[in-house]
């Protein structure tokens, strides 16, 4: 049985939702502050509402919002993921970027929030080790932020206090990046050591969690040092690799099923979940189910992506013996990794013509490869039963059929589930969560942080530190890949030759450790965090992002691309479908000053103080 709270108090709402920005000021003696913050309680009462930084709108990869605005946009961002309308590019390879007058993630609000809660502890009736506690949440709370802040602007105000008209940091500079996260660092590190071990109950902020968060922000601010030769990295690194070895001791296992993640009704039982956005139905719920079961999804996957998932001997598609082509989406899906399979819709095709009539197991056993892999073979067990992935043939959300796969919009009747590529984004797809025309009645929970993440984080870390090895390869990706039936990663074996298609600029075996955490990770929000720390936008971002190959009679309406000339090509019967024009060959392409974001220049004009990002 799920638990959950239902907070409905005036002094928090008041505290919280009267700020707009972080200039606007609160009095510090009020006697609605004062009511607030007299006890363990109260504390207690008041840090629940902190927990809405999850789904944040200034976070980019924020839980429960509505379609490819949440969990899949940092990936569409990357170039990972695509959306299947013609005018749905991806912004930063077209440079549609618009100049920003206000918003774009500057905004300390909820900064001063936590800041009012942290104010107020010191004269509270706790005892020396409970103060230490609560102050140990602000900080976890105000570190996620703050971790959000420095990732996209650099040069950020450090606020740690509740201003007052008097402060002059009200319109003050920006504080260079490094004293910033050195102030966030040093914030985590305190919480590790006063914090609660357990929390305040079942999913609350712990030691693991903000061991979580030490490992992902070390992570990615000393990549982003090393990165951009700002020095000083190895602190960060090796801060990255003693908490992720903590976890790893304290989670020692990972769940056998990588695709029951993102359809569970309760990731409480699931092995290796450190923190979860939980979901009650009539309480609180989302629509992610829902919206990859509707004509609304628009998220597929572009061939390029596609291409980057390896065979099940671990080999890439380049060099497998056991790689089948790509001539048929049969083919393509054959023998590749698991994952591939339960992030983007699988082929088949049904011996019937009716949507809402019983279904027919098709006779031509071409068409079932896949009907039989996904229903029979334990890729999912019992299907149907809550929490178990995936149950075919897919259902929209008012259980009519998808009466075949590839669910092409330019030629098939059939709106829901397609997309123009032919590789249809289902993560999140299960036929147990309620779907109706309501749209958020799903209560499948989805994971903030998990010990898959983790490993991840420490392959990469030990390999920036020097220190990769096949022992680590074993305790962390290798960890990772039986779920999903590809080989074990074999070092030795990952020579300049084995994948030729690799971004030459990257050691082939940083390559191959990055290649996991993208398919680990896959529409989970991560990847333009990670190819801006990493330096490499426009080895993502560039790409012009074209489907399966196909023939004319499959795509109707649709164009296919001519490799040659990398344009829509009207005469050709046969080709890969094209979605979107080369942006590098239409003269635009990432620019190097989307590595940070806008400072909105509202902003700057109430504030001189404030220097612009470079390039904007």
């Excluded at 009012?116 to 004269?123: E, F, H, S, T, Y």
């Excluded at 020396?128 to 609560?134: D, L, R």
């Excluded at 609304?296 to 291409?307: I, L, Q, R, Y």
């Excluded at 084995?498 to 450790?513: A, Y």
């Amino acid at each position: 049985m799920k638990k959950y709270f239902i907070i409905l108090i005036f002094a928090v709402s008041t505290l919280i939702s009267c700020n707009n920005d972080y200039l606007e000021k609160l009095p510090v003696e009020t006697l609605t502050e004062a009511t607030a913050f007299g006890s363990y309680s109260n504390f207690q009462t008041y840090a629940w509402s902190l927990y809405g930084v999850f789904d944040n709108a200034n976070i980019l990869r924020k839980i429960g919002t509505y379609g490819d605005a949440g969990l899949n946009l940092g990936d569409i961002y990357a170039g990972y993921l695509t959306q299947k309308g013609t005018s749905q590019y991806n912004p930063y390879a077209f440079q549609t970027i618009s100049n920003s007058s206000s918003g774009n993630g500057w905004d300390f609000t909820y900064v001063r929030s936590v800041n009012i809660m942290l104010a107020n502890i010191d004269k509270a009736n706790m005892s020396t080790v409970e103060k230490a506690h609560w102050r140990s949440v602000g900080y976890f709370f105000r570190s996620y932020y703050y971790a959000e802040l420095i990732a996209r602007f650099g040069d950020v105000p450090w606020v740690n206090k509740v201003l007052t008209d008097t402060d002059s940091e009200i319109y003050g500079p920006k504080m260079a990046r490094k004293a910033v996260a050195d102030s966030v660092l040093a914030n985590l590190q305190y919480a590790e050591t006063n914090i609660k071990a357990a929390g305040d109950g079942k999913n609350t902020i712990n030691v693991n969690c903000v061991r979580a968060l030490l490992s992902r922000f070390a992570l990615f601010e000393g990549t982003w040092r090393k990165s951009y030769g700002l020095g000083d990295q190895d602190k960060y690194l090796n801060e990255c690799v003693r908490a992720s070895e903590l976890l790893m001791t304290t989670f020692p296992t990972v769940h056998s099923d990588w695709g029951a993640m993102f359809t569970s009704p309760d990731l409480g039982v699931i092995p290796g979940v450190i923190l979860y956005k939980e979901y009650v139905a009539n309480v609180i719920m989302n629509q992610y189910s829902h919206y990859e079961r509707t004509s609304s999804g628009t998220a597929e996957m572009p061939k390029s992506t596609v291409d980057m998932y390896l065979c099940q001997d671990g080999k890439t598609i380049t060099s497998s013996a056991l790689y089948a082509g790509d001539k048929t989406p049969y083919t393509t899906f054959r023998n590749r990794d698991l994952r591939m399979l339960l992030t983007v819709v699988p082929p088949y095709q049904l011996s019937k013509t009716s949507s809402t009539a019983a279904w027919d197991y098709p006779e031509d056993a071409t068409y079932r490869e896949y009907l039989d892999l996904m229903g029979t073979t334990k890729v999912i067990a019992n299907p149907g039963e809550a929490g178990k992935n995936k149950v075919f043939p897919l259902m929209n959300w008012s259980a009519s059929i998808v009466l075949s796969m590839p669910n092409l919009s330019t030629k098939s009747s059939q709106q829901f589930l397609s997309c123009r590529g032919g590789y249809y984004f289902y993560k999140n797809y299960n036929v147990w969560d309620l779907c109706s025309n309501l749209g958020s009645t799903n209560t499948a929970d989805k994971p903030i942080f998990k010990i898959e993440e983790i490993l991840l984080n420490e392959a990469e870390a030990k390999y920036e530190l020097g220190q990769f090895s096949q022992t680590i390869a074993d305790k962390t990706i290798n960890k990772l890949r039986p779920r999903a039936k590809v080989a074990n990663m074999n070092v030795s074996d990952i020579t300049t030759a084995f994948d030729p298609n690799r971004d030459p600029s990257v050691n082939p075996v940083l390559w191959e450790i990055r290649r996991e955490r993208i398919i680990e990770l896959m529409g989970e929000g991560f990847g333009f965090y990670d190819v801006r720390r990493w330096k490499v936008a426009p080895w993502f971002v560039n790409k012009q992002q074209y489907g399966m190959w196909a023939t004319k009679t499959q795509v109707g309406t649709g164009s296919l691309l001519n490799l040659t000339t990398k344009l829509s090509d009207p005469t050709m019967t046969e080709g890969y479908v094209y979605l979107f024009n080369d942006p590098v060959k239409d003269g635009k392409g990432w620019l190097d000053k989307y590595y940070l974001y806008q400072i909105p220049t509202n902003s700057i004009q109430l504030n001189p103080q404030l220097t612009q990002n470079p390039g904007w």
